[in-house]
């Protein structure tokens, strides 16, 4: 071992099944971090996976403009009984950077699968008329999109880079774009026409936990058989 080098957060493999552990008592709240705002497929995921675990009741979701920050935020959060779960997507454009960044967390504790939000292309109402009087995207039209699905329009569209999928519908009901990719959520959320669809595919999202929320799931497992329950 080198003295200063990281060394990989480690958890028993094949423990008992999580989703008895988080209703248990012991655990009095889970805290959702999420990509923001409104309308994000991982925002969707996370609220699945708490309806899926039974903890919807005890739960709270906070969304933030990045993977980093909701990483962070689930850091702060050390009250005793609290577990933060922080969320990513199997295909975040930084995923491996955010994995080997950051070795003292568990970023695949817990993992959900959903259908994705049907993405699409949107344009604000008032630029639809073009869209269908060419067929397609008129020269010098701009792409709001995260990183993540921007190369779906390469070749079509200069891209104006985003945090998330639903800032992505933002920025072009705010003209900061003529088009976006973005969520069927968002779309509407924003007030905007879905001129082509991408689909709906399946998605894995990853919930990580830190070693504080990895600390209070153990002590709500060793009370598993407790009366709490």
């Not at 971090?33 to 497929?41: D, E, I, Q, S």
């Not at 991982?42 to 920050?69: F, H, N, Y």
């Amino acid at each position: 071992m080198i003295q200063g080098l990281s060394v990989f957060a480690s958890a028993p493999q094949n423990v008992a099944d999580n989703t008895g552990i988080l209703r248990s008592c012991k655990i009095v709240k889970v805290v959702c971090c999420a990509l923001g705002p409104k309308g994000n497929n991982i925002e969707q995921a996370s609220t699945q996976w708490l309806k899926r675990m039974g903890v919807s009741d005890k739960s709270e979701v906070i969304l933030c403009d990045t993977p980093e920050q909701c990483l962070e935020l689930a850091r702060s959060i050390k009250g005793n009984g609290v577990v933060a779960v922080f969320w990513t997507c199997a295909v975040y454009s930084r995923e491996n950077q955010f994995f080997f960044g950051n070795p003292d967390v568990f970023p695949f504790f817990f993992q959900e699968e959903m259908p994705l939000d049907e993405m699409q292309l949107a344009v604000r109402p008032a630029n639809e008329p073009q869209i269908l009087a060419c067929g397609g995207i008129p020269a010098g039209w701009r792409t709001a999109s995260h990183p993540s699905p921007a190369p779906l329009v390469k070749g079509f569209s200069e891209v104006v880079l985003q945090n998330s999928n639903a800032a992505a519908a933002r920025a072009c009901a705010n003209s900061d774009a003529e088009l976006c990719i973005t969520t069927e959520s968002a779309r509407k959320i924003y007030e905007l026409v879905k001129v082509h669809s991408f689909g709906s595919p399946m998605m894995v999202f990853f919930g990580g936990i830190t070693q504080h929320g990895y600390e209070q799931i153990e002590k709500a497992r060793e009370d598993w058989k407790s009366m709490c329950w």
